[in-house]
């Protein structure tokens, strides 16, 4: 393993302020947004639409670097220029997602266990060779009646780790993603609670495997009301609970923090983000990693026609330096597009 390399990458990927575009959606996810949009779902289309995000302009201003699905890494532009050569040329990092995705767990119902631990240092091995310096694996934690299970964050957690070492050993960062779901009616302090447990089971997990923590990051949910709670917290309390959750958790050898957007509009992902870098001290770099709140304005900008690619772009740029200014602590909702 060669440590520094690793802790090279690790702080680029959140140095000055800059975060990631995680578009990585596997090919399912990729055909419900463009069903949920009318955009015709072909291998073609979903090229042309990851073409759009990766050329577009002066997006290295803001993004460090993206997170590719399998399908991506292996394409190119229209030119015949491979996707991780643009990426690279523009001064950006190609990272890559290497879960299989979240399956029914066995015995315990509403709850999922990440897949794809079998054959993944090979994997890993070919994904480095096309030039992925980064690798993202997504555990899902449901919160309802009764659960999480102690079971489904052992297993999660467990996977996690196993993953993120197998990264390390091939040279790839790995990113931690813990993902605690939005999904329900519980409260603020709920999200908290179960957010606490499951990032200290993925930390002790870390520390029980020989994760280096300075060559990884971690990808969390803010901790927020469920999107169902009649009684959603405010943006300054959903940044002070967050917060108060990482700095009990996660050590301070972690470069970075990245979050998921995990359902939140594009104007709430940034304005949380913006209200956690008010003047408080912390041990590691907090920026994003968002999938939909980046892209969403982007795709329905896009809709699916090649006339319609300039303003798309456009609007990816604009969401990505406004997350850049919530990182700094400069965002305001003044700076929203109207
Ligand atoms: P969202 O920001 O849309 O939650 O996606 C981030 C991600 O990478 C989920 O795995």
């Given at each position: ?311 798309a772009q456009k609007e990816l740029e604009q969401r990505a330096a ?17």
């Open positions: 393993m060669n440590t520094q390399a690793l802790i090279d990458i690790a702080n680029a990927l959140v140095a000055d302020g800059k975060g990631l575009l995680a578009m990585d959606e596997s090919s399912s996810t990729c055909r419900k947004r463009f069903v949920e949009q009318g955009i015709e779902d072909t291998e073609e289309m979903r090229r042309a639409y990851r073409e759009l995000l990766i050329t577009t302009p002066r997006l290295s201003d803001s993004v460090s670097g993206l997170i590719l699905f399998d399908e991506t890494i292996h394409q190119a532009k229209k030119d015949g220029t491979p996707f991780v050569e643009v990426i690279v040329k523009a001064g950006m990092i190609p990272g890559i997602k290497v879960d299989l995705g979240a399956k029914p767990l066995a015995g315990h119902p509403g709850e999922t266990v990440t897949e794809g631990l079998d054959g993944l240092r090979a994997r890993l091995q070919d994904y480095h060779r096309l030039g992925a310096r980064f690798a993202k694996w997504r555990g899902v934690i449901n919160i309802g009646d009764g659960i999480p299970s102690t079971a489904s964050i052992a297993v999660n957690a467990h996977a996690l780790a196993r993953y993120a070492a197998l990264c390390q050993d091939v040279g790839l960062v790995p990113i931690v993603e813990p993902e605690v779901l939005m999904d329900g009616a519980h409260s603020l302090a709920r999200c908290s609670e179960v957010t606490e447990k499951v990032l200290h089971a993925v930390f002790a997990e870390l520390n029980i495997q020989g994760v280096l923590l300075e060559g990884m990051l971690l990808k969390p949910n803010m901790v927020t009301s469920g999107a169902d709670s009649a009684e959603q917290a405010d943006v300054h309390a959903v940044a002070a609970a967050t917060l108060d959750t990482l700095l009990r958790c996660v050590p301070a050898a972690v470069p970075g923090i990245a979050f998921l957007s995990g359902g939140q509009s594009p104007a709430l992902a940034s304005a949380h983000l913006n209200d956690m870098h008010q003047g408080r001290v912390l041990p590691w770099a907090l920026t994003f990693s968002y999938g939909r709140a980046l892209q969403q304005p982007a795709l329905n900008a896009w809709n699916g026609e090649a006339a319609n690619v300039a303003a406004l997350n850049r200014a919530a990182v700094q602590g400069r965002y305001t909702a003044g700076m929203e597009p109207k």
